[in-house]
């Protein structure tokens, strides 16, 4: 079983950076995809990144040059570098994982970033 907790939301003005965090558990590098999507009030849930079985990331195109994901194997935890922020990436951001091409089936609870102009 995976599980999931993300840390490090916050608030910040734009223009400014935060660290999200995701601790996984029961995650297995060579056969599960993990990545970062997020929700705001009001919208769908959409993708920022994903790392595939490869190491390999894809981003959205609103993130790409301003988000960055990295992994520490040592401690199981995938990490979003967000730089250059805009209110517009204000949402709650979840960490997710899933057996690549079957989905993401595991969900963290989720941690708030908020954007102010």
């Known amino acids: 079983q995976v599980q999931l907790v993300e840390s490090g939301g916050g608030s910040v003005q734009a223009g400014g950076s935060l660290r999200l965090s995701c601790v996984a558990s029961g995650y297995s590098y060579s056969r599960h995809c993990i990545g970062w999507f997020r929700q705001a009030p009001g919208k769908e849930r959409e993708e920022v990144v994903e790392?595939?079985?490869?190491?390999?990331?894809s981003y959205a195109i609103s993130v790409k040059g301003r988000f960055s994901i990295s992994q520490d194997y040592v401690k199981s935890t995938l990490y979003l570098q967000m730089d250059s922020l805009k209110p517009e990436d204000t949402a709650m951001y979840y960490c997710?994982?899933?057996?690549?091409?079957?989905?993401?089936?595991?969900w963290g609870q989720g941690t708030q970033v908020t954007v102010s102009s």
């Open positions: 997710a994982a899933g057996v690549c091409g079957l989905g993401f089936g595991y």
């Open positions: 790392i595939d079985s490869d190491g390999m990331a």
